[in-house]
């Protein structure tokens, strides 16, 4: 059974579209979270939410919305893509509080013509 | 703010060669520190973590050992194998607030020849 699934793993559209990037765990973790990788393997935070509620936002452009259904899943939309939004993107979970290890999804590449 | 920085890759090594990849750390508070795998094409796997200091984390023959005193963690393998071939991250995370935020190294691209 996979521990973090993510959909599509791949996704190529135009700038200017709207797209979707899902995510969910069976772990059992109360903390879900995005990362972004850019082209030179660098791993940023975007998100975190905790229980549902949004713990963390590091300074992430408002084009890109979290939601939480549930504590299992974690989503990812992005509005008005942009060359510059070409990366890939990790979801990751874990129990909550400091000092827990994270455990990955495969990652969602996303590619801006 | 909290940091970590690797060596500068890649770092290329024939089988059986002893491997070191260097990270040290700036924190703000007491951090708990990561080693992570990359595999091509793959997410993120965890190698090993020490959560406290002077803790050696172990896993898969690689060692890592929480340094306080020189806010370091280097990643160590007596013996590395061509299947070593991925990215390696340096990774750390505070408790309190921050719910884990892992903050990265710049990741460091190891390959390894028969």
């Known amino acids: 059974d996979t521990a973090v699934s993510q959909t599509p793993k791949y996704l190529v559209t135009q700038m200017g579209n709207d797209k979707s990037i899902k995510c969910e765990q069976n772990?059992?973790?109360?903390?879900m979270y995005w990362y972004k990788q850019d082209s030179k393997k660098f791993l940023k935070i975007m998100f975190s939410?905790?229980?549902?509620?949004?713990?963390i936002n590091e300074t992430v452009p408002n084009r890109f919305s979290p939601k939480s259904p549930d504590k299992a899943h974690l989503n990812l939309h992005i509005n008005s893509l942009e060359l510059g939004d070409s990366a890939v993107y990790f979801c990751?979970?874990?129990?909550?509080?400091?000092?827990?290890?994270?455990?990955f999804g495969d990652g969602t590449r996303l590619s801006i013509l | 703010g909290d940091s970590v920085t690797q060596m500068e890759g890649p770092v290329t090594l024939s089988e059986e060669a002893f491997l070191t990849i260097n990270c040290t750390y700036t924190?703000?508070?007491?951090?708990?520190l990561f080693w992570y795998v990359q595999y091509p094409g793959e997410g993120l796997q965890l190698l090993l973590k020490?959560?406290?200091?002077?803790d050696k984390g172990s896993n898969k023959g690689f060692e890592a050992t929480y340094r306080k005193e020189t806010t370091s963690f280097h990643l160590e393998k007596g013996s590395v194998q061509v299947s070593d071939s991925a990215v390696y991250f340096c990774?750390?995370?505070?408790?309190?607030?921050?719910?884990?935020?892992?903050?990265f190294g710049q990741g460091t691209i190891l390959t390894v020849h028969p």
């Open positions: 990774a750390l995370t505070i408790g309190g607030t921050s719910y884990g935020k892992l903050t």
């Open positions: 924190a703000t508070g007491y951090p708990s």
């Open positions: 772990l059992g973790h109360d903390t």
């Open positions: 990751a979970s874990s129990k909550a509080g400091g000092g827990q290890p994270q455990h």
């Open positions: 020490a959560t406290k200091a002077d």
């Open positions: 939410y905790n229980n549902k509620e949004l713990i």
